[in-house]
Nanobody
């Protein structure tokens, strides 16, 4: 069983930056893939960014060039650096882990373990 705990959310003005962290209870190096998802009120949970065991990353088109995902296996922590934030980035952000091989990293059904989320609000 993997437990994930997100932190780093908050309120920021448009154009600002935030860095999210996700601490894992087990070695992150044992996961095939880890990712960040988000869910805005009234919308489905969507994939934002993922990173697999080879270091390959995948980004949603809406965040490409603005967000950067990284993984520190020595600290068992996943990060999401978010720059140039927009109001449409407002959502609850979740960390997820997939311990086995997956085909579609941005699809939420591929992931077995989830954190409880951290709120990000972008507003002037």
């Amino acid at each position: 069983q993997v437990q994930l705990a997100e932190s780093g959310g908050g309120s920021v003005q448009p154009g600002g930056s935030l860095r999210l962290s996700c601490a894992a209870s087990t070695r992150t190096s044992t996961n095939y893939c880890m990712g960040w998802f988000r869910q805005a009120p009234g919308k489905e949970r969507e994939g934002v960014a993922t990173i697999d065991s080879d270091g390959s990353t995948t980004y949603a088109d809406s965040v490409q060039g603005r967000f950067t995902i990284s993984l520190d296996n020595s600290k068992n922590t996943l990060f999401l650096q978010m720059n140039s934030l927009k109001p449409e980035d407002t959502a609850m952000y979740y960390c997820a882990a997939a311990p086995f091989h997956i085909l579609f990293p941005l699809q939420r059904y591929e992931y077995n373990y989830w954190g409880r989320g951290t709120q990000v609000t972008v507003s002037s």
